[in-house]
């Protein structure tokens, strides 16, 4: 085959250049430069919408062309149905609207629907529930594009705004009470499929069955979320038993999903082509019905979680549900519904926030101070104010994905720097030192820091703070190795800069524990006029108060210290493999060590307490010189028996510890690497002695997503 003859076109292009007038543009049947311009590598398909030839007709063009039929079998209707479903979850994921939900032709003019009851109850339904779930995505401020595209250009998605879904709910709830009858009359006998809709007596049970649960579920979603927005507590009790029940439907639409047709009408994956301009350049994803359930059954259970908050009345209770809700990975929607549920302000029915909502008065009864302004001076309510936007700010980061946790973490430091400032006027306040005084505060002088020549003398406050710049520090760096942004050469750095956090925590945490040991609770404190004895029925109370405020304070120093001696042993095991040559540092062209530190640590120079490690710091204490490899592997051998010994200490007391069976799985995992590892250190350590070579090393995070197993072998060059 000779080789083919190239043409130059520029002339010709020149030619059509000089012809254009000015304000003219090169346009043409086959040619859209909107869709031209919006091409970020022109030609390629999955990113040059232009790329496609031929003209892409209207929704109206292709639906007058017979394009969706509205007189369906019931089989087509289910097909449809499930198919719209997939859509809509494929939009939940991540996908734009217009390429998913507004591919279906039987989203357009839904009044052409009437003649078909159900199709166009379900439609209805549809389109008003992608409404809400798009409006309340949109208040919540949680959710970037990478998580839910909100962007409805060139879709008739704004007509379902007028009624707030009212209209749409009967109409569902209309053609679900016909099929009821059906299933009634008919005594759920099964017949098979050969009817169409227009006979609705005809239609045989299980089909009637099938769309009836479609359609209740749709109900039931859309009353759950009307419901969870209204914030009070009854709503959100509704609402979760709305979602309870929608699991059931969606249960029977598992079941039915094989009812429905294949190969059903109304559907152009290229509709709308010329509106996708604005949408994210990203391959798309079109669910499967079956990972559609399961998304779905995914959203409902995160939903009924969000719903729970109801059950939180503390700041410990309300950082230990948004950390352990984040760990479960909810989507978008469940994420925005918690969102706004821990979100205050006066636009709404509510007189003030709800227990479970950050709050002065949340604050306050972590920190031991009085309810009541002012009793503690000024200075403590200004420190107050400041330290709920930290709190608040916090658990919008907390409602984030976790990429994006990671860099509001990284980014929240400053609140925590400023808040520092004001927790160190608080504490030397005159009036702050009267109340502790009062109160039976005991901070020791050996709990004070001097730090300048001003004699800075840090509190309760000042080590309050450092504990919850601690536990952000913390959370950033470990929330790297779950997304595995670290190479296994940098967790030596990683978990000493870890190692020193857990130290720091620990002792925020015992100082804390102990100058409030002898303070009486804000609500018991004497008021004027209030009784200077308690009765024996109060003294027992506060005793049995007392000793659970212990338990749970010695479990969590034992976790702290779990985590800490992990931190430890995997820094030890990480030096004696370089020592042994296990493990070998790649050389690097352009950075080393020391500019890998100051990326991942330079975030934290912000903030002044814990105070901030420099390179110098870390080169110097893992500098080796004189301990054999033997010496730091027993070290490490015997930092991962303290982790593995704390950890068995928590499980062994774990009726009294007041931790969930999710945080008890999160120890029984750290308690299965710390013994691998323990015994990977000995591996190490007695290859070494004898004289063994070839060692091959592995990292993993299947039992424990910040702590990893290491894994010990011989190459198969050995």
Excluded at 176 to 194: V, Y
Excluded at 374 to 402: K, P, S
């Amino acid at each position: 085959m000779s080789a083919p003859e190239w043409v130059d076109a520029g002339p010709l292009l020149a030619c059509a250049r000089d012809s254009l007038a000015f304000g003219e543009i090169l346009h043409g049947e086959d040619f859209s430069l909107q869709q031209a311009m919006s091409a970020v590598v022109i030609g390629a398909p999955k990113m040059d919408a232009g790329s496609a030839g031929g003209r892409v007709r209207s929704p109206a063009e292709l639906i007058a062309g017979g394009g969706a039929p509205v007189d369906l079998p019931a089989g087509e209707a289910l097909g449809v149905m499930d198919r719209l479903m997939a859509l809509e979850a494929s939009w939940l994921t991540g996908s734009a609207l217009t390429q998913t939900v507004y591919t279906c032709l039987y989203m357009f003019d839904l009044e052409r629907l009437e003649d078909n009851l159900y199709l166009s109850a379900f439609c209805k339904i549809v389109r008003a529930t992608t409404w809400e779930i798009r409006n309340m995505v949109i208040a919540a401020c949680v959710c970037e594009d990478e998580d839910f595209v909100a962007l409805s250009h060139g879709t008739p998605l704004d007509e379902a705004q007028g009624d707030g879904g009212k209209s749409a709910l009967a109409a569902a709830s209309f053609a679900e009470g016909k099929l009821t009858q059906i299933l009634k009359r008919k005594g759920g006998a099964q017949q098979k499929d050969g009817n169409g809709l227009g006979d609705v007596d005809a239609m045989p049970a299980n089909m009637a069955q099938a769309i009836a649960a479609r359609l209740k579920f749709w109900q039931l979603l859309h009353m759950g979320l009307d419901r969870l927005q209204k914030k009070g507590k009854q709503d959100l009790q509704a609402a979760s038993k709305h979602f309870g029940a929608a699991m059931v439907e969606l249960q029977t639409i598992r079941e039915t999903s094989a009812l429905g047709s294949e190969d059903c009408p109304g559907f152009q994956p290229c509709l709308d082509r010329g509106t996708l301009g604005a949408a994210p350049m990203r391959p798309l994803k079109i669910l499967t019905k079956e990972d559609a359930w399961d998304h779905f059954q995914a959203m409902l259970e995160h939903l009924q979680l969000a719903c729970s908050v109801t059950a939180i009345g503390s700041l410990k209770e309300l950082k230990n549900f948004l950390l352990s809700f984040a760990k479960k990975l909810p989507a978008a929607v469940a994420r925005s519904a918690l969102h706004l549920n821990l979100s205050f302000n006066k636009g709404t029915q509510l007189s003030e926030p709800p227990r479970w909502c950050p709050s002065i008065r949340m604050l306050s009864d972590a920190l031991n101070l009085p309810p009541k302004r002012g009793d503690a001076g000024d200075e403590v309510d200004f420190f107050l104010q400041q330290a709920l936007i930290a709190m608040q700010n916090w658990c919008q980061c907390m409602c984030l994905n976790r990429l994006r946790q990671r860099r509001r973490l990284r980014k929240g430091l400053e609140d925590w720097r400023n808040l520092a400032d004001h927790a160190f006027h608080a504490d030397n306040s005159p009036a702050f030192q009267r109340y502790m005084a009062e109160t039976g505060w005991h901070w020791l002088p050996g709990g004070l820091q001097q730090n300048g020549p001003n004699s800075f003398q840090s509190g309760p406050l000042m080590a309050w703070v450092e504990q919850g710049c601690c536990e952000c520090m913390v959370l950033h760096l470990l929330l790297g190795c779950e997304l595995e942004l670290y190479q296994p050469m940098e967790y030596t750095m990683i978990f000493w800069y870890c190692d020193y956090l857990f130290s720091k925590l620990l002792a925020c945490t015992r100082d804390l524990f102990n100058a409030r040991s002898g303070v009486v609770p804000p609500s018991e404190q004497k008021k004027k006029g209030g009784k200077k004895t308690k009765s024996k029925m109060q003294q027992g109370k506060n005793a049995q108060t007392d000793l659970i405020r212990t338990q749970r304070y010695a479990m969590e120093l034992a976790i702290l210290e779990t985590e800490r001696h992990m931190s430890q042993g995997i820094v030890r095991l990480m030096l004696g493999l370089h020592m042994t040559g296990t493990l070998t540092k790649p050389e690097f062209p352009f950075n080393g060590e020391a500019e890998r530190f100051h990326q991942r640590f330079d975030c934290f120079q912000q903030v002044e307490q814990p105070e901030p490690l420099e390179y110098a710091a870390f080169a110097a204490s893992t500098h080796i010189v004189a301990p054999s490899s033997s010496r730091i592997l027993d070290a490490a051998s015997k930092s991962f028996h303290g982790a593995k010994d704390h950890a068995s200490l928590v499980l062994a007391r774990a009726s009294t510890s007041g931790l969930g069976e999710e945080r008890l799985g999160e120890i029984r995992a750290m308690e299965h690497v710390a013994r691998t590892n323990a015994v990977a250190a000995s591996i190490v350590m007695r290859s070494e002695q004898l004289g063994l070579q070839n060692m091959s090393v592995a990292f993993g995070y299947d039992h424990h997503p910040y702590f990893p197993v290491v894994s010990i072998a011989r190459s198969k060059e050995g």
